[in-house]
């Protein structure tokens, strides 16, 4: 399972609409960016209580990506 396939499954578990889930991977040599966009009313689900919400999902995919020896950053585009 790619980062991208991970992140939009875990996504798509969080918000209200998830065919609006958008996923892309901006790659580069060291270093890769997941941008993603969702529904204007499903940010606030995605973002959670002080950031808690997306900082875990942050700290998942830089545990995953460990492996690969990446540093992946993970950004909401609304």
Not at 14 to 35: C, K
Not at 38 to 50: N, S, T
């Amino acid at each position: 399972m790619t980062m991208v396939e991970l992140v939009t499954e875990i996504l798509k578990a969080i918000v209200d609409n998830p065919s609006a889930v958008e996923v892309t991977e901006v790659e580069g040599e060291r270093a890769a960016i997941i941008e993603i966009k969702v529904a204007p009313e499903d940010v606030g689900k995605v973002i959670g209580r002080e950031g808690r919400i997306i900082n875990s999902l942050r700290q998942i995919v830089r545990a995953a990506a460990g492996k690969a020896s990446k540093r992946i950053t993970i950004e909401l585009i609304s």
